[in-house]
């Protein structure tokens, strides 16, 4: 059995080549900076480094993305954020780290004072117009060391990189003053809907400050800009309109203001805002395949990028935004504390993740006004095929959303039913997803969408009847009812011996008999009868539960190797064995189709079977796991030392140091090394205890 030292938990120290600095509770394989949507997406890379100056932030592909941070203290000037080259300023010292769910906090010294810098990404699940809001706080707060006043002057400015991985692309700027300094830059030559290097290519960059008194402004060259702020605390205002490529001279967008002279600034933050803003965000098939542009939620309020940030840099927004993500962080905490501390930790790093991956929209009445009756959310399979709303993706982030509001939940699902409901689709099983390339949901009219019949199906069963089981509406059931019998009924033609074909976990290759898979269909084909249960469909009710009550137990028949001790991977095959993580689904809808000694068998055999970080995910690969599918197998087992196994594991993956990506899902469990992908929001799985 393994352990890790109550310590690991509550904080570790980080050495490099010349810092040291406390981490809380550990430094992750990448620190979340402004995390909103797939395309405001920075990153510190992490792992055994984690120091916010000397290191450039990265977009979640690892690209570069130009943000830097200086804190000038007496005329002296320090990096904060950041790696860059021109000379004049010193490398501040991180002294300490520490994340919550929706924030990174840093403390570094620079000579006479501490910096703190925090970043905060709101996440706000059940207000959609803060919640589709794509941007982030940085904040810089100095306190004395010494016990004497300083006089302080802060700068950040980003490049344009944050519009483009293609450095050789042209851009063009603006600069707009007024109650707030907002540097708006944009490719020149943009393309709606299109994406290059995993970036959108429309829409601008923003960074943004509100305009209180002693705030200055530059566009320009970046040793250029750089340089006036190290030499003056301020900038000129004024304007390069010299449009160029990225990194012909490297124009930076800078601002700076002075706080003037403090031993504290705690109550007198610098609160800047940097994020990506587009307007449409979403092209979505509708009947007769005709194609609808799909706006921005916010921007029913605020009508411009402009004034929705005007609104999030106000003193008003920025003291509630702070209030409410302390309150969530509390409740993740909370929450989290009561399985363990190692799990509030995997919680806590995951949240921004999940929530980073999607976008809240809403469409246009055929009067032009925005319709907030008609609102829809799209999740980009961030990583692994760049689809949209991918059935089996949204699935094990699923518990995020029971959790923190299942109504957005839904809204992920509106479009698949909407879609499917029209004709347009041909297969009698459910759509893979909704488009090949975010952010394009134009379907798959062809049918030729990756094939997983029986996991899409059971996986849209399942979370269509939890989200009624945890609202009390069922009116998506009502509405959508004659597709769920479509598919249930593919179900019950091809689950209890399911063919030859993929599941969720495609890398593994397809494999006829699984087990996990057939599971994952009388789930489904249960679901279907508690549906029409609830519907008052006592005849379809009692018809779909004869079903899944007969093939539960011949399913463990089949599955149950020779030695009696756990169930194969595949119908006959003794020596195999997986993560049953479907049996999560049993549990979740209350279904009671599989009995307790096989609950406790498995959990008996996991017990013997775990690595250094866990429990591989099947003997096709014996080291490869997926932490979403540890955490959601830790649900089913019964006693707590297993439980913490899977838990633990996942972890000292999370912890281990030896990667720099956001959180891989896909990672080798002997090793603690990624195995492939990053940033998925299907690390909203590990909330699956709270979305029991």
């Given amino acids: 059995m393994l352990s890790l030292s109550r310590a690991l938990f509550l904080a570790s120290t980080v050495i490099g080549s010349a810092l040291a600095f406390t981490a809380t509770p550990f430094v992750p394989s990448a620190i979340p900076l402004a995390v909103r949507s797939p395309y405001t997406s920075a990153w510190l890379p992490g792992g055994s ?28 000037t320090y990096t904060v954020l950041g790696a860059p080259s021109v000379s004049g300023a010193t490398l501040a010292t991180q002294t300490s780290f520490k994340f919550t769910s929706t924030t990174s906090t840093f403390v570094l010294t620079a000579g006479p004072v501490a910096v703190t810098a925090s970043f905060l990404s709101p996440i706000e699940p059940t207000d959609f117009t803060r919640g589709s809001l794509p941007f982030s706080y940085l904040s810089i707060t100095t306190k004395s060391t010494d016990g004497n006043s300083h006089l302080i002057q802060v700068y950040a400015d980003i490049s344009g990189e944050w519009v483009s991985t293609d450095n050789t692309k042209t851009v063009n700027w603006s600069t707009n003053v007024g109650t707030i300094v907002a540097h708006q830059v944009q490719l020149s030559t943009q393309t709606t809907y299109g994406e290059s290097g995993d970036m959108v290519q429309s829409g601008s960059a923003w960074h943004g400050i509100l305009n209180t008194g002693a705030v200055t402004y530059q566009t320009g060259q970046d040793s250029v800009v750089r340089a006036a702020f190290i030499a003056n605390g301020n900038l000129p205002n004024t304007k390069d309109t010299n449009y160029r490529a990225i990194s012909n001279a490297w124009p930076v967008f800078g ?20 994020g990506h803003a587009r307007s449409p965000s979403i092209q979505y098939i509708t009947t007769g395949s005709v194609l609808q542009d799909r706006y921005p939620y916010y921007a029913a309020t605020y009508s411009t990028p402009l004034s929705a940030l005007t609104f999030f840099l106000s003193t008003t927004e920025y003291n509630a935004a702070v209030s409410a993500a302390s309150t969530f962080d509390n409740k993740v905490q909370t929450d989290g504390a009561k399985i363990s501390s190692a799990y509030a930790d995997i919680i806590a790093l995951s949240a921004r993740q999940v929530m980073g991956g999607i976008e809240i929209t809403i469409s246009k009445s055929s009067s032009g006004a925005y319709n907030t009756g008609d609102i829809m959310a799209f999740m980009k399979e961030i990583s692994s095929d760049g689809n949209v709303n991918t059935v089996d993706v949204i699935f094990p982030s699923w518990s995020f959303w029971l959790y923190v509001n299942p109504i957005l939940g839904a809204y992920l699902l509106q479009p698949l039913f909407i879609y499917q409901q029209s004709g347009m689709y041909p297969n009698k099983w459910s759509v893979h997803d909704m488009g090949a390339s975010y952010p394009k949901a134009i379907g798959h009219n062809d049918g030729s969408d990756e094939s997983m019949p029986v996991e899409e199906c059971g996986n849209m069963l399942i979370m269509a009847l939890s989200y009624a089981q945890k609202t009390g509406d069922t009116s998506q059931l009502a509405a959508d009812y004659s597709l769920l019998a479509q598919w249930t009924g593919y179900l019950v033609s091809d689950s209890l011996i399911p063919a030859n074909q993929i599941s969720t976990d495609d890398f593994e290759g397809s494999l006829a008999n699984q087990t996990n898979l057939a599971i994952k269909g009388v789930v489904g084909i249960g679901a279907m009868g508690k549906i029409a249960s609830l519907l008052g469909k006592t005849a379809d009710a009692n018809n779909y539960t ?10 463990v028949s089949y599955a149950q190797a020779s030695t009696g001790d756990h169930l194969t991977l595949a119908y006959g095959q ?7 993580y479907n049996m999560f689904g049993d549990k979740l809808l209350g279904l009671n189709l599989f009995s307790a000694s096989l609950y406790t068998q498995q959990t008996n055999w996991y017990a013997s079977h775990g690595l250094t970080y866990g429990l591989p995910l099947d003997t096709r690969h ?8 540890q955490i959601l197998t830790s649900t089913i087992v019964t006693t707590t030392a297993v439980r913490d196994l899977f838990i633990n594991g996942v972890h000292a993956y999370a912890a281990n140091g ?16 990624v195995d492939g992908f990053r940033a998925r929001p299907v690390v909203g799985g590990h909330f699956a205890h709270l979305a029991l």
């Fill in 622 to 629: 014996p080291t490869w796991s997926k932490s979403d599918w």
């Fill in 574 to 580: 003794t020596s195999t064995w997986g993560l049953m």
């Fill in 255 to 274: 601002l700076a203001k002075t706080v003037g002279t403090t031993a504290d600034s705690t109550s007198n933050p610098v609160i800047f805002a940097v």
């Fill in 49 to 76: 480094g984690g120091s916010l100056s000397g290191t450039w932030p990265q977009f979640w592909t690892g690209a570069t993305l130009g943000w830097t941070v200086y804190v000038r203290v007496d005329g002296t």
């Fill in 546 to 555: 004869s079903i899944a009550t007969t093939y539960a137990p011949k399913i």
């Fill in 658 to 673: 030896k990667n720099t990506n956001p959180i891989s899902d896909w990672f080798d469990a002997s090793a603690g090394t």
